[in-house]
Structure formats: structure tokens, C-alpha cells
């Protein structure tokens, strides 16, 4: 059975860093675009990072100079490297791949949860002020 596993979350203090990972299994995932989402308690899940398979990358506007994301595709692994945390980055964090598309993350459609279909059962990240 095709599967994403994420680890990595935990608790931590604003300032502070985690770096989480995305491990594939039973797939390849050089070929597709693989991002990042999270869903917040009482809201709606959130794009937060998208890697193409060239290696580019796009963020949320809400992200875009903390978090970092890559990917080894060797190692069938994708990381986001989150620094300078806040406690609105508290959430539940998944990722997920898209393996019908064409490997990039289309600037008018990465954020769009139908766009994934495979998904991971998420790591909870905690801000703690």
C-alpha cells in the first residue's frame, strides 16, 4: 500500500525551530510534486509549501522567509524545515503527493487540496508563546 508517514512535530517555543519529514513508501516520488498542508484546530487545511520535481519550490505567503522545504528523491524523502515559529504555525501538518500531474506546482493551482492524492496521517506541531 502506497504510503506518505510524517515525523518530526512536536512542541516548541516561538523563535524556535523543527524540522519535519515525509517518508514515501511503495512509490517514487522524483516524478511529482510533493507539498506540504496544515489544518489548524477549527479551520480549513492550509497550503503551506509545494517542491517540484526540478527541485523548485513555492510557499504561503504566511511562510515564505521561515520555512524551507526539499526533497532527497534517493531517499524517497521530503523535509520542511521550519524556523522562527509562532504560535500560528500551531496545527496539524501533512503532506501529500500529486501523482496524476506533471511533476510542478502550478502557481494558480499548488494550493488545492483536490490536486493531491495521496496523503499522510499528519504530525502536530505546537507553539507554545
Avoid at 11 to 30: N, P
Amino acid at each position: 500500500q502506497v504510503q506518505l508517514v510524517e515525523s518530526g512535530g512536536g512542541l516548541v517555543q516561538s523563535g524556535g525551530s523543527l524540522r519535519l519529514s515525509c517518508a514515501a513508501s511503495r512509490f517514487a516520488i522524483g516524478p511529482w510534486a510533493i507539498a506540504w498542508f496544515r489544518q489548524a484546530p477549527g479551520k480549513e487545511r492550509e497550503a503551506v509549501s509545494c517542491s517540484g520535481r526540478d527541485g523548485s519550490s513555492i510557499y504561503a505567503d504566511s511562510v515564505k522567509g521561515r520555512f524551507t522545504i526539499s526533497r532527497d528523491n534517493a531517499e524517497n524523502m521530503v523535509y520542511l524545515q521550519m524556523n522562527s515559529l509562532k504560535m500560528e504555525d500551531t496545527a496539524v501538518y501533512y503532506c501529500a503527493s500529486d501523482t496524476h500531474g506533471s511533476g510542478h506546482c502550478p502557481l494558480g493551482g499548488w494550493r488545492l487540496n483536490a490536486r493531491y492524492d495521496k496523503w499522510g496521517q499528519g504530525t502536530q506541531v505546537t507553539v507554545s508563546s
